[in-house]
């Protein structure tokens, strides 16, 4: 007598049971991964790269710290300050970000900051008239700003010295000049821990943090290991769910 | 001989790496663009003021408030040439436009600083500008067509266009500060 040897049967009451446990363990992620998705698809609309994180705790376990060192010019009754790559005129944002400040200067109606590479016209109420390059004519290598006799603006550069007129039309070489240059103020200290502050502030948008909630990169590599772990879940859960519906319409 | 020639290419496959193509990069310096826009004889600049006359439209063409109060350019005759600078996602794009007349003469890529959507410095891409001009409403008479994969690179490259053929059409009127 032929015995037939029976094919091994799924039991799809087993496949069920893992279907639903794997369901419970994932749904938490999906939750997650469907908010942070839904508010990424939406971060020009809610601003959500403009906006920033100020938690303490948060910015912490980001790292962000300010940088220790400020360099400040006061000029027209307004202090100009660089913390990192942040420029700030009193308390408020420069927007941009910019290498070194070199200094700062009053000219007639305007603040003229010098950064490297940059020339800054500012309003006297801080707001930002022009931005000068050097396609502008700003030399390379600006090591300071000050003012002559004659109420002309001096650039000394690495290689001479240039003369310009208040809107920076033109520009003369010389190899010497006398000016009044600007020099770097300690700030006051209720300023110095306003900056500390809006610095700190500034540093980490929303739209970072969804993207490394997303990505599983907010708890660093073992994040990644969890997202990635919750992918091969979601793909067993997909096989599964299909093979139970398949089974169920037999 | 069969197996040598299999050798042989996996060799050189390993060998020949693909160049690194440019991405992001200077690739020309604005003062040179102006400079060859005019032939070498640049005019002297002047000066147009962001007044609330033009704040108002120049919003509508950026999508944002412009960020300075006046912008440089070079005028001689019908040829003006502006050097912009607008952000694709993050990082600044910085262009050279030159408009004759009432259309775009010439628009060049000086310096990109994204890590994507380089592909818009491409002569395929610029030259689609060319002769555009801006209508009533402040948009392009042309239809400039997408990259994929660079599509915020492509959209601050046409805001930047419209902005140059807008502020040159005014400029002829705008020379005192606010």
Redesign the interface.
Known sequence: MTRHKRKPRIKWSSVYQWHRMIGLTAALFVIMLSISGWLLNRTDNMELDKTFIQTSWLLDWYGIKPPSAIISYQVGGHWISQLGDRLYIDQDNIEGHYRQLIGAIQIDQYLVVAVTGQLLVLSRTGELIEKLEGSHGVPAGMRKIGIDQLDRIIIRSSHGFYITDQEFLSWDERQKADAVWSVPQLPPPDLYDSLVERYRGAGLSIERVLLDIHSGNILGSWGKVLVDTMAVLFLLLAISGVWLWAKRKR | MKKTRYIVCCLLCAVMQPAPVAAKGEYQ???D??KESFSGQVP??Q?FWITKQYKRSITEILGHRP??????YWRRQQKSVW?LSEIGKEKDITVGIVINGDQIEKIKILVFRESRGWEVRYPFFTEQFSRAKIKSNNQLDKTIDNITGATLSVRAVKKLARLALYLSKHSRNNHDAP
Do not use: A, D, K
Request: charged letters at 20%; aromatic letters at 6%; glycine letters at 0%.
């Open positions: 310096q604005p003062q663009f102006i002297e600049p000066l960020s300075s109060l006046r912008l440089r050097v």
